[in-house]
């Protein structure tokens, strides 16, 4: 194996980062896809980036599928992901289901920030 850079959750989170930086969100879900066949486990973080370049991409529905999704990832989602999943539905002005995040966040118990 020698010359080889094996990828970790380093690598796919800064490939993450620039996606969501770029509105790059096809290529984030892509990532964030391929990331459980290289046995490198997604985390909050890595929702969170993947759902903003969603929601920046004008892709609310990818956006809250991914958090829809986080529980069979064994993630739970934390205020970063709800809020990254309200601010995709507030920007398509969906904004009964981005109360309804927040509701869920109470439900949860998910801490909200208070800034």
Request: proline share 3%.
């Amino acid at each position: 194996r020698r010359g080889k850079v094996e990828a970790n959750m380093f690598h796919y989170s800064a490939a993450l980062s620039a996606c969501e930086k770029g509105c790059a969100w096809p290529l984030a879900l892509d990532v964030l896809s391929e990331m459980p066949g290289v046995a490198v486990k997604a985390n909050e973080f890595s929702f969170s980036s993947a759902m903003s370049a969603c929601a920046k991409g004008e892709r609310w529905q990818s956006a809250v599928r991914l958090l829809g999704s986080m529980p069979e990832m064994v993630v739970t989602p934390n205020e970063v992901n709800f809020g990254a999943a309200i601010f995709a539905c507030a920007g398509a002005g969906l904004w009964q289901m981005a109360a309804s995040f927040l509701e869920q966040m109470a439900h949860e118990r998910v801490r909200r920030s208070e800034e």
